[in-house]
């Protein structure tokens, strides 16, 4: 049985654990490897070796920095698919979605060779007589990031190529559910040359990532998780002095007004709310719908949700693929439960699945009608293929509900109205919006810009706001004398 490794100071090694957990293929259940529980000495040692790597690292010229990302864009590329495929098998989600979510987190880095210009300060001479101002940019230090299971490969791709390139050194804590993609970009990362200690994988859970909140030598925490995780890193981490950005969980609400045009909104709705087996932050998880078109869009829904083909992603045309764990399984189950004994009507249900369909831990389609804003599916994230319809009386009603959710990450707008539009995007309460859009994830050069209990920080993940998280200014004040 293989055994993962650490990244400390450019070498695997083995770590320091009591622990190890199994990493199972969700599809089938086979063990593909195992993954240690690290200790806080492996946390220490990852730590020593990215400060001691951070004098030299930071000293490196930014056109320098950039032309290793040059290099490891190319090697990205040229692995995209073993990438995609690495992905499919420790997460479950379908080959095109693996390669969509690959082909994002290339694009950070594309974002991230860049740096030279991105880096540059700011002068404004004679503020005073004779005085000039300069404010300049330093990397912060050593970094950290700590990431989810849903996106193994995107979303660390979110944050080290942008800390490296401004010239922080890293250490990584990737999901102990999906830990093998991590390993993979490290190596790829040695092959393009970084030196030793810049990027530094240090695998593991809870014990990890308390050593990570308190070390002394770490700056700069980065966490994307669910959202009471979230908020207790976010709390711990600037408790001891770091800066801090966690991007916690989400219930995103999709409006479907009566102008519409049905079926091509019934197509990508279904993409949001079942694509990555509901497992995405970005996922349709409530629809709001206009009582006037209410009951022939529910009935075109249903009939593509019956149409989903569910299995193993690596399986062409696979398009619901298994939730990550069995312990998952149930939990999504049990909100299943929960809400038809709080009274919605289930018109799928999901809970009974075809044996044919596959070992793993799979769980078929749920669309609930009659849902009302109270009800536990309609507030609490679910983060499984579970959609849930509230009839509204209009946009305004639509907004009112939606604007009563604790968390903020993302909303989307299915119109032909550019005035509807225009009225959602300046009330809906949310981060990141979509008209038309089913999931409206920002680029690499803008912010993933989640809003309420879905963000704690000020600053988000990529786009200038990335660099601005990962670098500290300087203020230079300068007057020469002269006689
Ligand atoms: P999670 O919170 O369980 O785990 C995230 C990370 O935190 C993992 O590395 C894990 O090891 C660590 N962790 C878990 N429990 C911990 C604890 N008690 N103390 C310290 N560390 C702990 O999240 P997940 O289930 O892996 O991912 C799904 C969640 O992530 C969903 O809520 C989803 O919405 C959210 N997410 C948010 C975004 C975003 O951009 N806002 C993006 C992707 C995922």
């Given at each position: 049985m293989k055994v993962l490794q650490n990244l400390i100071n450019g070498r695997f090694v083995e770590a320091n654990a009591s622990e190890r957990l199994d990493v199972p293929n969700p599809a089938t259940r086979e063990i593909l490897a195992q993954v240690p529980l690290s200790g806080g000495e492996d946390v220490d040692r990852a730590a020593a070796a990215a400060a001691a790597a951070f004098e030299s690292w930071s000293q490196v010229p930014p056109a320098e920095r950039a032309r290793v990302m040059f290099r490891y864009r190319d090697v990205l590329e040229s692995h995209k698919d073993e990438l995609a495929r690495l992905v499919t098998l420790e997460n479950g989600k379908n080959l095109d979605d693996a390669r969509g979510e690959v082909r994002r987190g290339i694009e950070v880095v594309e974002f991230a060779c860049g740096i030279p210009t991105l880096l540059m300060g700011s002068v404004l001479p004679n503020v005073s007589r004779e005085i000039d101002s300069e404010m300049i940019r330093f990397p912060v230090g050593v970094a950290a990031g700590i990431t989810p299971f849903n996106f193994p490969c995107m979303v660390p791709m979110w944050l080290f190529p942008v800390a490296i390139a401004c010239g922080n050194t890293f250490i990584l804590k990737p999901s102990e559910r999906t830990p093998l993609s991590a390993n993979r970009l490290a190596e790829l990362l040695l092959e393009v040359g970084l030196p030793e200690g810049v990027f530094n994988v240090v695998h593991g859970a809870k014990e990890v990532v308390n050593r990570i909140l308190e070390h002394p030598a770490i700056k700069a925490v980065s966490f994307v998780g669910s959202a009471p995780v979230a908020k207790y890193v976010y709390q711990t981490a600037a408790a001891h002095g770091k800066r801090v950005q966690a991007l916690a969980g989400a219930k995103n609400h999709h409006i479907v007004l009566a102008d519409a045009p049905l079926q091509k909104t019934v197509d990508i709705l279904i993409g949001s709310a079942y694509g990555n087996a509901g497992e995405r932050c970005l996922a349709g998880s409530v629809v709001l719908i206009e009582e006037a078109i209410a009951d022939e869009f529910i009935q075109r829904l249903t009939e593509a949700v019956d149409r989903l083909q569910i299995g193993d992603g690596m399986e062409e045309g696979k398009e619901l693929g298994p939730v990550i764990r069995e312990e998952h399984r149930a939990r999504i189950v049990h909100f299943i439960e929960t809400g038809v004994a709080e009274g919605a009507t289930p018109i799928r249900d999901g809970r009974i699945v075809d044996?044919?369909?596959?070992?793993?831990?799979f769980l078929g389609p749920t669309l609930f009608d009659g849902v009302k804003p109270d009800m536990t599916i309609a507030r609490?994230?679910?983060?499984?293929?579970v959609l849930s319809m509230i009839r509204v009386r209009d946009l305004e009603d639509a907004i009112a509900v939606a604007n009563r959710s604790e968390l903020g990450n993302a909303a989307v707008l299915y119109t032909s109205s550019g005035h509807a539009a225009r009225v959602f995007r300046e009330k809906m309460q949310a981060g990141m919006l979509g008209v038309n859009i089913g999931v409206p994830a920002p680029m690499a050069y803008f912010p993933f810009s989640g809003w309420k209990g879905s963000f704690y920080g000020d600053l988000h993940a990529t786009g200038r706001d990335g660099v601005e998280f990962y670098t500290k200014k300087k203020m230079v004040t300068t007057r020469w004398l002269h006689d």
């Open positions: 044996a044919s369909v596959g070992k793993g831990f609490e994230e679910i983060f499984g293929p």
